[in-house]
């Protein structure tokens, strides 16, 4: 089964490769490797870097029960954040067209961070009850 769904994936690709070499403009092609190649280098350079700094102080400054939730709320607003920059930029907002950037995504962002705050600091407490229950957390 595994080589069956692997095929189907590997055929998937194949033909989106196609599609894509065939349909666009050179300029195009060059766009979408740029991407790749800065998507990678944002999230193995900054995102991976900032995930582990921010652990390593973690381990230092948070008690036991909330620093594995809070590694989790770096990695989640880490990637909304790299994710939303364009929006939070207004990049691409123009005069003449209101429908493009119609929101504030600014205040859709805040509200997601406080979430995963919250989800954090639940989720320190279960820990904590359940270890003074069990003993300490690994």
């Known amino acids: 089964m595994r080589a069956v769904i692997g095929a189907v994936g590997v055929v998937v ?3 989106g490769a196609w599609f894509l070499l065939t349909r666009q403009d050179l300029d195009q092609l060059v766009g979408a490797a740029t991407w790749l190649v800065v998507g990678v280098v944002l999230h193995d350079g900054v995102l991976a870097g900032a995930t582990l700094l921010l652990g390593a102080v973690a381990l230092r400054l948070l008690p036991r029960a909330a620093r594995a939730p809070a590694v989790v709320a770096f990695v989640v607003l880490g990637s909304v954040t790299l994710l939303a920059v364009p929006v939070l930029g207004r990049f691409g907002e123009r005069s003449d067209n209101a429908t493009l ?3 504030d995504y600014t205040a859709g962002w805040l509200v997601l961070a406080l979430l995963t705050v919250a989800a954090v600091v ?5 820990r ?3 270890a003074t229950r069990r003993g ?3």
Do not use: N
Request: proline fraction near 6%.
């Open 122 to 126: 639940v989720a320190s407490v279960l």
């Open 136 to 138: 300490p957390l690994r």
């Open 128 to 130: 904590s009850r359940r």
């Open 13 to 15: 690709g194949l033909f």
């Open 101 to 103: 950037l119609d929101r």
